[in-house]
């Protein structure tokens, strides 16, 4: 079974642009999470997608942005890149999202794609 | 204001011997947690869980310790092997739909 996949994994681009990166899930899984994770900041939490729709966001600015398609594959896209958007970005697909309390839910991670930006 | 502490950045274990470490939480509302570790240029994998109403989960050389009250949990490797050393990340969930809130992570080095 493929686990999750993300492209590209690398990415360079210069402020003020914008970049799309790709996440594939494993197959049968449903909700797909995104994190960006810095060397101060570790893993933070950008958004969560399920049945094509967004059930949680972080606190991240409206210059983050996803979206699911009906395969389950996502795409979050960052606009007006800033040079602190440098990061590893990091997505993650569980079968549903999390059932209630003491639920198991266990998230499976991509690669990530790293984005530098100039 | 960081919920999940991993307290220390780094750790050096030789190898054979245990590996202790450790991850604090300010939420009492976190009810399930997680432990995932990270080689370079891959995602996080993950390793084993627990939840709020076990106080010990164990996975092979991989135990997981929960002490509710002083809200905090351990992951303890034994026998430690150089194939451990990667970064830790603690994570932990509150009941409903919310998503996972990450420590910064520790750098597990073990020494053959």
């Known amino acids: 079974k493929a686990g999750v996949t993300q492209t590209p994994r690398y990415l360079i681009k210069t402020r003020g642009q914008q970049v799309t990166l790709s996440c594939s899930p494993i197959s049968g899984h449903r909700s797909v999470s995104w994190y960006q994770q810095t060397p101060g900041q570790g893993l933070q939490f950008l958004f969560e997608y399920f049945s094509e729709t967004q059930r949680n966001k972080g606190n991240f600015p409206g210059r983050f942005s996803g979206r699911q398609f009906s395969n389950s594959r996502s795409e979050m896209n960052v606009s007006t890149l800033e040079l602190g958007d440098s990061a590893l970005y990091l997505c993650a697909s569980s079968l549903v999202p999390r059932q209630g309390a003491l639920a198991k839910n266990i998230q499976y991670f991509g690669a990530g794609t790293r984005l530098s930006v100039l | 204001d960081q919920q999940v502490k991993q307290n220390s950045p780094s750790l050096s274990v030789q190898e054979g011997r245990i590996s202790i470490l450790n991850c604090d939480y300010t939420?009492?509302?976190?009810?399930?947690f997680l432990w995932y570790k990270k080689y370079p240029a891959e995602g996080p994998t993950f390793l084993i869980s627990?939840?709020?109403?076990?106080d010990k989960n164990e996975d092979g050389r991989f135990t997981v310790f929960l002490n509710k009250s002083a809200k905090h949990l351990s992951l303890h490797i034994v026998p430690s092997q150089p194939g451990d050393s990667a970064v830790y990340f603690c994570a932990a969930l509150k009941p409903g739909n919310t998503p996972l809130v990450f420590g910064k992570g520790t750098r597990l080095s073990v020494i053959a």
């Open positions: 939420n009492s509302m976190f009810d399930y």
């Open positions: 627990i939840s709020s109403i076990k």
